[in-house]
């Protein structure tokens, strides 16, 4: 081999030797985030369902064959509505015969007040007129009989003429003042009157209780009757929601209800309507907990309910808990020497969102001049993937996420893709990108 060949063996290898103790030498990379003043919000997700503050179940009060239904399911009634009729031909029947009775009371008590007066006067007259007859011939029969002209025993008859018309004009005076507005027959007659008007008012309430109305304006949520159908009373033939403010309700798990307080928003979706979301707000929260779900129910106002609403419609609620207008956040990944606890299990409302460590306290492992570093951190507002750091940490540290060197050794800060749109968008901009990523 000539000697140029071994000078260009020897500087190759002098070079390889420089390029191995070049790559020996290299800090080793680790994932990191420059940290930046930005919003964090927390929420919870769950699901809840439409539910209206009443709803009433309709039905019949009679017994009776179904002849016609009004309404569907689905359709908007009024107060007063009529849902369904009932066949009244027997009603119709007993109702003319109420009125022909009172019809009849009514005549007799005017027969009584008219001519029964009438005749009643002049029957007093009668009497009066006969008496008074009787009376005069008594008189002259006893001085008749005591000069001698007649008999004692024409004075007996005559005496006993007069006993009769006295007793015929106490019977006509007694039959007159039974006729009067305080007499008995009168009052009889009027007993007679209100217990036929009593009978056409029963008559027309069993009449009526034929047709079935909407007892106040609503939708129909079900409907379980058909024309044709024997209907008895006691069993529910509509199911109407009442129209009144939509309210939305919740189970939520109660390990979160330290989180939630009545006032809070809401965004609401449907999951047929995806793309229509609307706003909510916490009306109450139940004082019970459902001891069998670990649960409590949540219920929320809607202002501006939208159209496509049903009753016990399934929908996604997300609630604003906690916000903060511009925080230093990190990711919960980025924590060390604190025990961060895990977000709870879907419960029954739905999956909730938060996770809480365990302490307000941890360590974080920076990159301060291309080498770790180990810092103390105090944390405020916590979620299910970020944490608030309040004090330890200033805007522009780089924070290593995720496995790294041990503090002290050196390290080569690796920017991900959410780390780089954090320090190169604008502070809107990265607010905006890190609640979303992590303020949840």
């Not at 003042?177 to 056409?200: H, K, M, P, S, Y």
């Not at 706003?279 to 779900?293: G, N, T």
């Amino acid at each position: 081999m000539s000697r140029r060949a071994w000078w260009i063996l020897g500087v190759a290898a002098f070079l390889l030797a420089g390029a191995f103790a070049a790559l020996k030498l290299r800090a080793p990379a680790a994932a990191a985030l420059v940290v930046q003043a930005a919003p964090l919000v927390r929420t919870l997700q769950f699901s809840a369902r439409v539910a209206t503050p009443s709803r009433v179940d309709v039905g019949a009060t009679v017994t009776g064959r179904v002849a016609r239904v009004q309404v569907r399911e689905g359709a908007q009634v009024q107060s007063g509505a009529v849902l369904l009729e009932l066949e009244d031909a027997e009603g119709r029947a007993a109702l003319a015969q109420a009125l022909a009775g009172e019809q009849q009371a009514a005549a007799r008590l005017a027969g009584l007040r008219s001519t029964g007066r009438s005749t009643a006067q002049a029957g007093v007259a009668q009497a009066d007129s006969v008496l008074l007859g009787a009376q005069t011939e008594l008189r002259r029969t006893q001085e008749l009989v005591q000069r001698g002209f007649l008999s004692p025993a024409r004075l007996d008859e005559v005496q006993r003429a007069v006993s009769v018309a006295q007793a015929q004009q106490a019977a006509a005076r007694a039959q007159a003042g039974a006729i009067e507005e305080r007499g008995t027959d009168v009052q009889q007659a009027q007993a007679q009157q209100a217990l036929a008007q009593a009978t056409t008012q029963a008559a027309r309430a069993r009449l009526a209780q034929t047709v079935v109305t909407a007892p106040a304006a609503g939708r129909v949520l079900s409907r379980s009757v058909e024309p044709g159908q024997i209907v008895q009373p006691g069993r529910a033939l509509f199911t109407l929601a009442l129209t009144g403010p939509v309210q939305l309700v919740a189970p939520v798990d109660e390990r979160f209800l330290q989180q939630l307080q009545p006032g809070q928003t809401a965004q609401v979706r449907a999951d047929a309507f995806p793309d229509q979301r609307f706003a909510a707000q916490v009306l109450s929260i139940s004082p019970l907990v459902d001891a069998q779900r670990g649960a409590v129910e949540v219920k929320f106002s809607v202002a501006m309910a939208p159209a496509f609403l049903r009753e016990d419609m399934t929908l996604s609620v997300e609630v604003e808990t906690a916000r903060r207008a511009s925080a230093l956040v990190v990711p919960l990944a980025a924590l060390r020497g604190a025990a961060v606890g895990a977000a709870g299990a879907a419960g029954a409302a739905g999956a909730a969102r938060p996770g809480t460590p365990a302490s307000d306290s941890a360590t974080l492992w920076l990159a301060v001049d291309g080498q770790v570093q180990a810092r103390s951190v105090k944390l405020g507002l916590r979620t299910l993937d970020a944490a608030e750091v309040l004090q330890g940490l200033a805007a522009g540290d780089t924070v290593l996420l995720g496995p790294a060197p041990d503090p002290g050794s050196r390290v080569r800060p690796s920017m991900p893709a959410a780390a780089a749109l954090a320090t190169t968008s604008g502070g809107g901009n990265a607010g905006a990108a890190m609640s979303n990523a992590m303020g949840r």
